[in-house]
């Protein structure tokens, strides 16, 4: 679905991705995690066009990504950034058709498609005509994610969306989010700065430093056969504080 060969980015001098080769499979969840600064977000804006690499091509189902066809190429990819990106002079219902709105769709064709991203969402009906200032977080994202799948998309994008919210929304909105990904069937490029969350979604987990990939597998794989002491180092960080007192007491 997506392919990038030899990508990297400098920004004022500082090189934030070493030259990258990331093959992204189709029908598949693949999982960007590393450190803070180590690529994640640069890497899926550049998958999208939204920045452009100083070297390297990236190619979307083998086209490849120009200044001049990027626009087109996004309206086929679905993104989803932290805090939702909701414009507040917006409605919920305003937000999630405003590309179709741009489009030309018509009136019935909007509401046939929210009726069918609300029900996928589990987005209330009547919470369309609020304003995201009157929505909760996990509402807020649920309606950035409705928005990114308005255009039904071949893939969604999404650099931490959960991340912003508290720990017993973000887990209800784990379940949801892995549901409709099961559902939907589509290509999922998902950063993450939490393994947990890498291995829930993840069928490849790719684990980035200083900008340049150090492993990339399944959880089970980067567990039982790190490629260097970073990645063993890495995943013991994130063990919890309740597993590593369940292994003291134990």
Not at 128 to 142: F, I, K, M, W
Not at 165 to 177: C, G, N, T
């Given at each position: 679905m997506l392919e990038l060969t030899g990508v990297s980015k400098t920004y004022d001098g500082t090189q934030v991705l070493q030259p990258i080769d990331l093959h992204v499979q189709r029908g598949r969840t693949t999982v960007l995690i590393g450190p803070s600064g180590c690529g994640k977000s640069t890497l899926i804006r550049v998958m999208m066009g939204l920045i452009w690499p100083n070297s390297?091509?990236?190619?979307?189902?083998?086209?490849?990504?120009?200044?001049?066809?990027?626009?087109?190429?996004?309206?086929?990819?679905?993104?989803?950034i932290q805090d939702g990106g909701l414009f507040p002079?917006?409605?919920?219902?305003?937000?999630?058709?405003?590309?179709?709105?741009?489009?030309?769709?018509?009136p019935e064709k909007v509401e046939t498609r929210l009726d069918e991203l609300a029900a996928l969402t589990q987005f209330p009906r009547e919470g369309?005509?609020?304003?995201?200032?009157?929505?909760?977080?996990?509402?807020?994202?649920?309606v950035a994610l409705m928005?990114?799948?308005?255009?039904?998309?071949?893939?969604?994008?999404?650099?931490e969306?959960?991340?912003?919210?508290?720990?017993?929304?973000?887990?209800?909105?784990?379940?949801?989010?892995?549901?409709?990904?099961?559902?939907?069937?589509?290509?999922?490029?998902?950063?993450?700065?939490?393994m947990g969350e890498a291995g829930f979604f993840g069928d490849t987990i790719v684990l980035l430093r200083d900008g340049q990939i150090?492993?990339?597998?399944?959880?089970?794989?980067?567990?039982?056969?790190?490629?260097?002491?970073?990645?063993?180092?890495?995943i013991n960080a994130q063990r919890s504080p309740l597993e590593s007192l369940r292994g003291d007491s134990a």
């Open positions: 390297g091509t990236v190619r979307f189902e083998g086209t490849e990504v120009t200044p001049a066809n990027a626009l087109l190429l996004r309206r086929r990819m679905g993104y989803v002079h917006l409605t919920a219902r305003g937000n999630v058709s405003l590309m179709a709105g741009y489009l030309g769709w018509s369309l005509d609020r304003y995201p200032v009157q929505l909760s977080g996990g509402q807020r994202q649920r928005r990114a799948l308005m255009l039904d998309p071949d893939v969604l994008l999404l650099d969306p959960l991340g912003a919210l508290d720990p017993m929304i973000r887990s209800e909105l784990q379940a949801d989010l892995r549901k409709i990904f099961q559902t939907l069937g589509k290509t999922v490029v998902m950063v993450t700065h939490d150090v492993q990339q597998g399944t959880l089970k794989e980067l567990v039982q056969s790190p490629a260097t002491p970073f990645v063993r180092q890495f």
